[in-house]
């Protein structure tokens, strides 16, 4: 859902700033930015597709996540912030529409932290994905690693 089909999309970190709409060049949507403090809002499903293959497509919101004051710019409810799966990186996400916040410079940390664990054969497989499953995950992106850092 785009959330520009409201009027005056309010940032939830400045809370009076509106979200603007801004094309990436190798994204195939808008990225909804606020001018003031560089936060970036993805729907659903956007922030796994920018993140090209290292992000978590059905990012849930983990039981020990935190409520926090700000609203979600889509439903308006108040979202929930926790870490991003691996990294320092604290996300917000609406427990309603799904949509995540992330504050400015928290995109690049995760990209790059998540680089780095694939790099380096850590990256944990889907969080809902438990045991033998995610092992096995775990540890076929360590033997394709291994393989791809012996032929260089």
Known sequence: MNIFNKKDVICPKCKCHSLEPHKENDLPFELDTC???NGIWFDVGELAEALDGIGIAELEIPEKAGSTL????????????????????RV????????????ANEFEEINAVR????QDGKL??????????????????????????KEQ
């Open 35 to 37: 001018s003031n403090c």
């Open 70 to 89: 700000r609203r979600c710019p889509n439903c308006e409810k108040t979202m929930m912030t926790f870490y991003y799966p691996q990294t320092y990186a």
């Open 92 to 103: 917000d996400m609406c427990r309603t529409c799904h949509g995540i916040w992330l504050d």
């Open 115 to 118: 680089k780095k664990l694939l």
């Open 124 to 149: 944990d497989g889907h969080p809902s994905l438990k045991g033998s499953v995610n092992s096995l995950i775990v540890l076929v992106n360590r033997a394709v690693n291994a393989v791809f850092h």
